[in-house]
């Protein structure tokens, strides 16, 4: 059984890393970000009862797996039906430049076009990753990190990803 838990800031690489191990160890992946939101603008954080209910359901329906967010509220979910933990610890400028070198990502946004317009917004969400103090913070990462007892990895560079 393999059962993977993915987690960093913003830009660190998280969808990127799920997306190929998914590929080459066909697991089913789950990316918070399409679950943790309602679909209204501007964005509203769906309840964590609504978005406990979707991730039991992914988990429930599928034996081997991996789920990736920064939404350390909701990975509590699944920390202790995970067999692994990755974080991804990168410094912020890394991921930043990954942030602005990103693919479209049709599952979160309506065009290319939309997504770069999100981008000032998202490098400024980047760079107060290790100031913040909520969910989505280096804190939150890191007492998360620390509470798994399984195996877990900390990956912080690119380079150690690639």
């Known amino acids: 059984m393999i059962r993977i838990v993915i987690f ?30 309602e679909p209204v603008s501007p964005p509203v954080r769906c309840t964590l009862a609504k978005s406990r209910e979707a991730i039991n359901y992914f988990t ?11 939404y350390s509220d909701l990975l509590e979910f699944v ?31 309506e065009s290319k076009e939309a997504q770069d317009a999100n981008l000032n917004m998202l490098i400024t969400w980047i760079r107060q990753y ?5 969910t989505f ?12 007892n399984g195996p877990k990895v900390r990956f912080s560079s690119n380079e150690q990803l690639a």
Do not use: M
């Open 8 to 37: 960093g800031n913003s830009g660190s690489g998280k969808s990127t890393l799920a997306a190929k191990l998914s590929r080459e160890s066909a697991l089913a992946h789950l990316d918070l970000d399409t679950l943790a939101w």
């Open 130 to 134: 290790e100031s913040r103090n909520d």
């Open 79 to 109: 920390l202790k039906k995970a067999t692994k933990v990755i974080y991804l610890c990168l410094p912020i400028e890394h991921c930043v430049e990954n942030a602005k070198s990103r693919q479209w990502e049709p599952h979160k946004y």
């Open 60 to 70: 429930d329906n599928n034996e081997n797996w991996i789920i990736e967010g920064c």
């Open 137 to 148: 913070s280096k804190t939150a990462h890191e007492q998360l990190f620390n509470q798994f």
